[in-house]
């Protein structure tokens, strides 16, 4: 914007859905489910299937591993 320019700039709005599919949330869930993954298998492969989940799919893969219990140790039969 310049001196004497009377233009608005354009409102931007941002949308629940648009902050959720943003990148930097899906690297967040992809980090924290890696972590999830590893602390709850043991397992470097387990690990990064959990760490996928959380990039593609985050707003149902967050809310699986918190039911898990974020972190905890798989149950034993």
């Known amino acids: 914007m310049y001196l004497g320019d009377t233009a608005e700039p354009a409102a931007t709005t941002t949308s629940l859905r648009d902050v959720v599919n943003s990148d930097s949330v899906s690297t967040g869930a992809m980090l924290a489910l890696t972590y999830h993954g590893y602390k709850r ?3 470097l492969v387990w690990a990064l299937i959990y760490g996928l989940a959380g990039r593609w799919v985050p707003v ?3 809310p699986v591993a918190l ?3 974020y972190g905890e140790k798989k ?3």
């Open 60 to 62: 149902v893969a967050v």
């Open 75 to 77: 149950p034993c039969p």
């Open 67 to 69: 039911a898990q219990g």
């Open 41 to 43: 298998t043991g397992s």
